[in-house]
């Protein structure tokens, strides 16, 4: 799997996702709602002999609203919810993908980002993916 | 020199299932003979026959060279088996052997890969050599 390559569909599928900004990469400034898709926290080489497999986990952040604002948490749960046309695990795992065999999202840990001195409610995806090693 | 697992290739009828494949047993053993007389205090033993087994286990791929469409229907044939322990290289170590395909298993967690396992019998003789 090519990294990039794996963040940018990553990315272009989220961008199907009305609304909703999309990033491929960690960006400098961003105005929510929004989504970026960040580096994985690991890439496991040789799952199976001669480079057949590896595998990532993947971390996506969606910032929404003010973290005080009942409208943002409404907002963040469509993204979070397990079905849906805003759900980030739907519309992910509906996806077909060139860059990677499998993408399941698996699991959502919610917190508080500041950006501008604003604290904003965000959701952080982990993404479990696999694909050709080689 | 210690060697990494992750070079081995095993190829089964012909097809080369390496990259599906995560763990590999293979082992040869013989069968013992009690041979002990009167007169004895220690039993004394002679070798038999060999024997050996075989499996692999590895990550499910629905491709047509995957390990489904593969093993499943050779399941009660005998079939040739080549395994390379240390990958493939001119004087690397490599075991050709015929192998009864006993069970072929496919495991479904909820919250992982679909993943497989097969186990052989070896039937006959195990040639090892170096590859050319």
Redesign the interface.
């Known amino acids: 799997m090519d990294l990039a390559a794996v963040m940018d569909a990553v990315a272009g599928r989220i961008d199907t996702i009305t609304g909703l900004r999309v990033h491929p990469h960690p960006p400098g400034s961003l105005t929510p709602p929004a989504a970026v898709v960040s580096y994985p926290d690991e890439i496991a080489f040789d799952e199976t002999y001669v480079r057949g497999m590896d595998r990532m986990t993947l971390p996506v952040v969606v910032v929404v609203g003010k973290a005080s604002d009942r409208a943002a948490r409404d907002e963040l749960a469509a993204y979070c919810n397990g079905s849906g046309a805003r759900s980030i695990k739907a519309v992910l795992e509906s996806g077909v993908y060139t860059a990677f065999h499998t993408l399941r999202v698996m699991r959502i840990e919610f917190d508080v980002v500041t950006i501008g001195g604003t604290d904003y409610l965000a959701a952080l995806f982990d993404l479990d993916i696999s694909g050709q090693g080689a | 020199m210690f060697v990494h697992?992750?070079?081995?290739?095993?190829t089964v009828n012909a097809v080369d299932l390496?990259?599906?494949?995560?763990t590999s047993n293979f082992g040869r053993k013989a069968d013992k003979h009690d041979v002990t007389t009167y007169g004895k205090n220690d039993h004394v033993y002679a070798g038999g026959l060999g024997d050996g087994a075989f499996s692999m286990a590895?990550?499910y791929d629905n491709g047509v060279a995957g390990p489904r469409d593969t093993l499943e229907p050779l399941v009660g044939t005998v079939i040739t088996c080549i395994r390379k322990p240390e990958?493939t290289g001119s004087g690397l170590p490599q075991d050709s052997f015929s192998a009864l395909l006993e069970e072929y298993v496919e495991t479904n967690p909820v919250?992982d890969?679909v993943s497989w396992q097969a186990t052989f019998q070896p039937s006959d003789a195990v040639t090892s050599t170096n590859q050319a």
Do not use: H, L, Q
């Not at chain 2, 697992?5 to 095993?10: A, D, Q, Y």
């Not at chain 2, 390496?18 to 995560?22: D, L, P």
């Open positions: 697992g992750k070079s081995t290739v095993i390496s990259a599906f494949t995560n590895g990550v990958g919250a890969m």
